[in-house]
């Protein structure tokens, strides 16, 4: 892992506008998710591999939290009826969820992930 620190931060610097820091990466168990909030907005922040994604948090079928799922093949897994969502796309890739849940911008730095939840 590198990281790239710089001293003498002062405090609530962000990598970039938008983005907000949400969790530590060793905070999100390997190929699992952890479940945080950002104004609000339930987030599942997945590791799939060496690669961190973000999701919205409640499956698109039912209201169950996506965090609590299993996560293979970039995808997680509903752990109610079992559709699995695309990581990237956050397309369902197998029924009963028809919609996609929605998707995030994740940025990985000095060993901390930050979400942005911009829309463009
Ligand atoms: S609640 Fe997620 S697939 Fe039904």
């Known amino acids: 892992m590198t990281t ?6 002062s405090g609530g610097a962000s990598p970039q506008k938008g983005y907000v820091k949400v969790c530590a990466l060793e905070e999100i168990p390997a190929d699992g ?3 945080v909030e950002v ?3 339930p987030i599942a922040v997945v590791r ?3 690669d961190v994604y973000a999701v919205n948090d409640i499956c698109s079928h039912a209201e169950v ?9 970039g995808t997680i897994e509903c752990w ?7 990581l990237r796309s956050g397309k369902p ?9 929605a998707t995030y911008k994740v940025k990985v730095e ?11």
């Open 33 to 35: 998710a952890l479940g």
């Open 80 to 86: 109610l009826h079992g559709s699995c969502f695309d």
């Open 65 to 73: 939290s996506l965090s609590e799922g299993e996560v293979y093949d």
């Open 39 to 41: 104004d609000d907005t």
């Open 48 to 50: 799939s591999g060496a």
């Open 4 to 9: 790239s620190a710089k001293p003498g931060g």
């Open 93 to 101: 890739t197998n029924p009963p969820a028809t919609q996609p849940v």
């Open 110 to 120: 000095g060993g901390d992930v930050y979400l942005s939840l911009g829309d463009d």
